[in-house]
Structure formats: structure tokens, C-alpha cells
């Protein structure tokens, strides 16, 4: 279990670097030079990798509910580092919120029982590939739109996805995973769409709106829906006697990530003005 929390930690800091460097990149971007095109987007994009692969790491060890809710502490590092780096005083209220996050993901991860995970069933599997089909569908839907959030929303459950097909993924015991093992599970297939669909909405997510309130929209997703799936679909157990502190954990999460997507952030211009002057 020490592992696996010791690798989703790692994963949540990376995650919130990699989110940070990416809306840097997008408040840059123009119509001459896009965003795909900016090397602190394509830095971004090393660092989601690396924090990527140590999730993979901690959902062998962490059901989803677990390693989702210690990611969703990027929410509260994010919000800090951005109004740090753009000289926004946090509210007494933002602070609280912050507090928030942090206790109630850490309590849903604590309540978590550490267990191998569960081989996929045929329903599943159905569900799963029906998912892609509709967020792809979705993504295209609201690609133009000028609010951040449906994309956000998209984005989190695209990244949801993936911690779901990665912990569905079925090795033989004591053996490392080789092409023909992975090529022959349909969860392998479903790590590479739902991750795209993650990567793309996030991407467009940044070049709309703020990274603070993208960041509290994409992460509440990517850790209450995959979670409370990887429940029902994957066999993920919350640890006897947790019941009640994993509910509470999780209202009190949800209620400080509702203040944090309100709190105020600097406009885009401002931000380029001052990282002009430096």
C-alpha cells in the first residue's frame, strides 16, 4: 500500500507542474504558433507522462477511488502555485477551501482496501468502449464553445477512464508485461482512447478559461466518477468501518473544490503583462 501511495503522490505533483506549465504555454498561444507547437506545452506533456506512468504504478497496488482522490490534491496545488506566480492574495475562504480538498481526498484514499484488481467481465468492457464513443461525440459537440468547463468535464472523465482501464488490466503473476500480453486486453485499447480524448479537451479546456477553475472542474471529475465506477464495475472495496468517514470525506472535497472554482484569477492579460515585465 506504501508504494502505491507513494507513487500517486508523485503523480498528483506531477500533474499539477504539467498543468501549470501547459496554461502558461496556452496564454501564449496565437494563431501563427498554436498551442502544440509551444515548448512549454510539449514540456507539459513530458511531465503529464511521467506522472502518467507513476499512476499506472499506484493502480496496481490502490484501487481507482484511491489513487483518483490523491490526485485530486493537484486541485489544491494548483490553486496555490497559480495565484502564487500571478499575485493573487488568497482568501481566508480559499484558504479554508484548500484545507477542504486536502483532508476530505485524503480521507477517501485512507478508506481505501488494498486489494489486486479485478479481470474484466464482458459488460464491462461495453460499457467502457460505449463511454469513448459518447465523450468523443461530446468533445466534438462542445469544441467551439467559449465556456472551459464542458471541456473540462469531458477532459476528467477522459483521464478517469484511463485509470480505469489501467487497473483493469490483467498481468500473469510474476511475469513483465510484454507487446502480445497488452495487444491481447481490450483495456490496453481503451488506456490509448480514453487518453486522447483527455489530452485533447484538457488542452482546449486551458486555451479558454482559467487553469483554476479548469483544474477544479477536470480533477472533482476525474476522481468522484472513475472512483465510484471502478466501485461498481472493478470490485474496488472501501476498507470495513470507512463507509461513513469515505461520504463525509467526499462532501467535504466536493464543497471545497465548489469554493476554489470561484475564486478569483487574474485575466490573461494581466498575466502576460506581468511575465512580460520579469
Known amino acids: ?46 511531465v503529464d507522462g511521467l506522472a502518467w506512468a507513476c499512476t499506472v504504478v499506484a493502480l496496481r497496488h490502490l484501487p481507482v477511488f484511491a489513487v483518483q482522490a490523491i490526485l485530486g490534491g493537484a486541485i489544491a496545488l494548483t490553486a496555490l502555485a497559480s495565484w502564487a506566480i ?19 481526498l485524503a480521507t477517501i484514499a485512507a478508506s481505501a482496501q488494498d486489494e489486486p484488481p479485478q479481470p474484466l ?12 464513443a459518447v465523450l468523443a461525440v461530446a468533445a466534438i459537440a462542445v469544441w467551439r464553445l467559449a465556456a472551459a468547463w464542458p471541456l473540462s468535464l469531458i477532459a476528467g472523465l477522459g483521464f478517469g477512464g484511463t485509470s480505469l482501464a489501467v487497473r483493469a488490466l490483467q498481468l500473469p503473476p510474476g511475469v513483465e508485461a510484454d507487446v502480445v500480453s497488452l495487444a491481447a486486453q481490450p483495456a490496453t485499447y481503451l488506456i490509448v482512447l480514453f487518453w ?12 479558454v478559461g482559467s487553469l483554476p477553475s479548469v483544474t477544479a472542474v477536470f480533477a472533482t471529475t476525474e476522481v468522484l466518477a472513475p472512483g465510484l465506477i471502478g466501485i461498481v464495475l472493478l470490485g474496488d472495496r472501501i476498507r470495513e468501518g470507512w463507509l461513513l468517514p469515505f461520504g463525509v470525506g467526499l462532501v467535504v472535497a466536493i464543497v471545497g473544490v465548489v469554493v476554489l472554482a470561484g475564486a478569483p484569477v487574474p485575466a490573461p492579460g494581466r498575466r502576460r503583462r506581468r511575465r512580460h515585465v520579469r
Open 86 to 104: 500571478y499575485g493573487v492574495h488568497l482568501r481566508i475562504r480559499d484558504r479554508l477551501a484548500v484545507t477542504a480538498c486536502v483532508l476530505g
Open 196 to 207: 486522447v480524448i483527455g489530452i485533447t479537451t484538457y488542452s482546449r479546456a486551458l486555451v
Open 1 to 46: 500500500m506504501l508504494i502505491g501511495l507513494a507513487f500517486a503522490i508523485a503523480s498528483m505533483i506531477g500533474n499539477a507542474g504539467a498543468g501549470l506549465l501547459q496554461s502558461a504555454a496556452a496564454d501564449e498561444t496565437t494563431s501563427r504558433r498554436p498551442l502544440a507547437l509551444r515548448p512549454l506545452y510539449l514540456v507539459g506533456l513530458l
Open 121 to 132: 467481465t464482458g459488460v464491462t468492457v461495453l460499457v467502457l468502449y460505449s463511454a469513448v
